[in-house]
């Protein structure tokens, strides 16, 4: 699945299939499923007021959206995850972390989906 999502001005596309747990895993060495949802949970701590987002977990959101990026442009030259974030003058995780997890839950719905109908 795909997703379209306006950043610092400009169309940037975002991929998340079945190969991004695995993608994730090989690039940063961390659980995506876990990271997701402690970057949820942080985000909705932050909108509470009740704490900061950790700077740990800001860089693994760049990562998740990063990856994520990458994952639907092939083509993109690979450069490091700071230098992707450095062609952005602002790149708000209240403002792209919701729509992310978006596309994350749609695509886990859709393999959740697929797999129902394997074992009938």
């Known amino acids: 699945m795909e997703k379209i999502i306006q950043i610092d001005g400009r169309d940037i596309c975002f991929r998340a ?17 876990q990271d997701m949802k402690d970057i949820q949970q942080a985000v909705e701590k932050a909108q509470n007021g009740e704490e900061p987002i ?31 974030l450095d062609g952005f003058d602002t790149f708000s995780i209240y403002e792209v972390f919701p729509e992310l997890l978006e596309l994350w839950r749609a695509n886990n719905a859709t393999l959740v989906e697929s797999k129902k109908k394997r074992t009938r």
Do not use: C, Q
């Not at 299939?17 to 499923?33: E, N, S, V």
């Open 17 to 33: 299939t079945a190969a991004i747990p695995r993608l994730y895993r090989i690039k940063f060495g961390r659980d995506i499923m």
């Open 54 to 84: 950790p700077v740990k977990l800001l860089e693994v959101f760049e990562n998740v959206a990063y990856l994520m990026a990458r994952h639907a442009a092939p083509d993109m030259p690979e450069h490091s995850v700071e230098e992707w």
